[in-house]
């Protein structure tokens, strides 16, 4: 039973945000941005449990298109509600707070999970992080999303017809990565306590929590995102950095914790490779939907979601980074310096806010604080063209490997 124990914990952090948006109790800013934010965080561990668990009893394609979805449902559920909210109201500023939750939620997963496995395996072993050969999909693909990426700030629109591209590259990701060879999933804790039921009530245990950890994120999703927008109003927080930073960390503990508990084990290349699956997923699928959520709720796909050129600074920096990320992978390998490398960009974007505009006009060329985003854009594009000479091979190197396996 104490196997068991975390998994009560999470029921038990769900409760109380479930409790409060079913009576419709009052709450201040701060205590429902705080529950909301605990019972989704609670609900992520239950959804993580639950995909895992579901992959002994449905067919791999289906484990991989579905579960992939689900396991990410936290960070969907809001930035959904934000956009949706966006297109209801235009003028609003909702739809800058969709764009900032999902770029924050991508450059958190590199900048921060990824560095952190590396650095784990580091420490451990002081040995770079190896992945399997068929994570050359995973690498192959976030390329593609990503090169398309770029094109969205600088053509200044998110239409529908991105959203049908990225959404198309996942769907032709799943088609690829539905041909391995299946695998038993390796699962520890409360996963494989589960698993270990008899088939019947593993199901029945399975499907329970699916439908309450969905009930759970659907019935918070409003009151977590509002709370914090709120918040940030009552504090004299910066709403936008608000929901860039903090709203994605419940959503991506989950999975960031598992991610390291698995580079603890020894398993680097499972750690690392579910976190680049997840990147993947929000970089093809969350961006893709964000466009079309907004088109059903305004009514018309005709008007895009209306952004300024913050957000797509914002879209063109989490791009930047994204485009160094893939050159660091390109030969299935992460080690501590690109890992750093990675860190240290990161955290120069996300204190760049905090800095004095004296100081970034003391740079060349005397930035001020709306040009910041430039200047780290071009440090992640600048570190990716110094390692061109290396990455073009590589990358000639997977997709020769791919031919060759797929003939």
């Known amino acids: 039973m104490r196997k068991l124990l975390p998994l009560w914990l999470a029921v038990a952090a769900c409760l109380p945000g479930l409790a409060c948006s079913l009576l419709g109790l009052p709450l201040s800013p701060p205590a429902a941005a705080a529950i909301a934010g605990g019972a989704i965080l609670g609900a992520s561990f239950l959804l993580l449990w639950a995909c895992d668990v579901a992959q002994n009893d449905i067919p791999q394609a289906l484990a991989l298109a579905v579960v992939a979805l689900i396991a990410v449902l936290p960070e969907y559920a809001v930035d959904m509600y934000f956009t949706w909210m966006a297109g209801q ?84 990701y799943i088609a690829i990565a539905a041909r391995r060879e299946c695998e038993e999933p390796e699962l520890e804790g409360v996963a494989a306590c589960l698993a270990r039921l008899a088939a019947g009530r593993r199901r029945l245990a399975t499907a329970v929590l699916f439908l309450f950890a969905a009930g759970v994120i659907v019935a918070n999703a409003e009151h977590f995102s509002e709370g914090l927008v709120a918040t940030g109003r009552l504090l004299g927080v910066n709403e936008f950095l608000l929901v860039q930073w903090l709203a994605p960390i419940a959503s991506e503990a989950p999975e960031f914790i598992v991610a390291i508990m698995f ?88 204190l760049a806010p905090a800095v004095p505009e004296s100081f970034w006009r003391l740079l060349p060329g005397h930035l001020d604080g709306t040009q910041v985003h430039f200047f780290f854009t071009f440090l992640y594009v600048g570190a990716f063209a110094l390692m061109l000479p290396r990455i073009v091979p590589q990358l000639a190197a997977l997709v020769r490997r791919g031919d060759r396996r797929a003939s």
């Open 89 to 172: 109201h235009p003028e609003s500023d909702y739809a800058h707070f969709a764009i900032a939750n999902m770029t924050g939620a991508n450059r958190l997963l590199i900048g921060v999970a990824w560095t952190a496995v590396a650095a784990v395996v580091w420490w451990r072993t002081r040995q770079p992080v190896i992945l399997e050969p068929e994570r050359k999909t995973e690498v192959l693909f976030l390329g593609l999303a990503t090169a398309y990426a770029v094109s969205i700030p600088l053509s200044g629109t998110l239409t529908w017809v991105d959203g049908l591209v990225l959404i198309g590259l996942y769907i032709v």
């Open 263 to 350: 580079a603890l084990r020894g398993m680097a290349g499972l750690a690392l490779g579910s976190l680049i699956s997840s990147k993947l997923n929000q970089w093809t699928l969350l961006v893709g939907m964000i466009p079309g959520v907004y088109g059903v709720s305004a009514g018309s796909f005709a008007t895009p979601m209306p952004l300024d050129a913050v957000q797509m600074h914002e879209v063109l920096l989490t791009a930047a980074q994204s485009l160094l990320a893939v050159g660091l992978l390109a030969g299935l390998r992460l080690d501590i310096r690109g890992a750093m490398l990675l860190f240290g960009l990161f955290c120069g974007q996300f």
